[in-house]
């Protein structure tokens, strides 16, 4: 009797764990949920350093004047990967008008690793690599992907977490420039 009851028992656990697996496994990531930041509202933490990309001196200070999405990734991040081509797509949607751009930063990945994820998957715009994790911690950073979008003025407007969709972003950005 004890023994059929194990057996019952190991199969309704086998169903249930099945069914775990299928519903995650089917599930849609997390995309672009606006979160709270102590920064929304408030000048935006230093941000500089040496492209891994391009080896040019890089400032968002240079970026005044323009809307910024500032993104936090790391190239073994699954979210990362799986937003690249809609950042790509922000990018090169703004390029020819110059009013918002992308720059990214390295969180916890080596630069060798960078530059053949952006080799491999496109992308150019600027790519600083946090080695200290000073940039991360002033942003407030908790995991990648992590985004914020910086008004002309250097003011943070929004801060995503999850992985950013291209729509989703563009409506923020018409939002913010409402505002």
């Known amino acids: 009797m004890s023994r059929r009851i194990g057996l019952i028992s190991a199969v309704v656990l086998a169903i249930v764990m099945v069914g775990l697996i299928v519903v995650l496994a089917t599930s849609k990531p997390s995309t672009s949920k606006l979160a709270s930041s102590p920064l929304l509202g408030k000048v935006a933490p230093s941000l500089s350093g040496t492209s891994v990309t391009t ?3 890089v400032d968002l200070v240079d970026h005044a004047g323009s809307w910024v999405v500032v993104n936090f990734f790391a190239t073994w991040c699954v979210p990362c990967q799986a937003e690249h081509d809609d950042l790509i797509a922000f990018s090169n949607a703004h390029a020819a008008t110059g009013d918002a751009s992308v720059l990214s930063v390295v969180f916890d990945d080596t630069s060798s690793k960078v530059k053949a994820f952006f080799r491999k998957n496109g992308g150019d715009w600027a790519v600083v690599n946090d080695t200290d994790g000073r940039i991360a911690t002033d942003f407030g950073v908790t995991g990648v992907p992590e985004s914020y979008l910086i008004d002309p003025n250097g003011i943070v ?9 291209a729509d989703k972003l ?3 950005l018409a939002q913010a420039k409402a505002q």
Request: hydrophobic content about 45%.
């Open 157 to 165: 407007r929004a801060k995503i977490v999850g992985g950013v969709v």
């Open 55 to 57: 080896g040019d001196r």
């Open 170 to 172: 563009e409506a923020l």
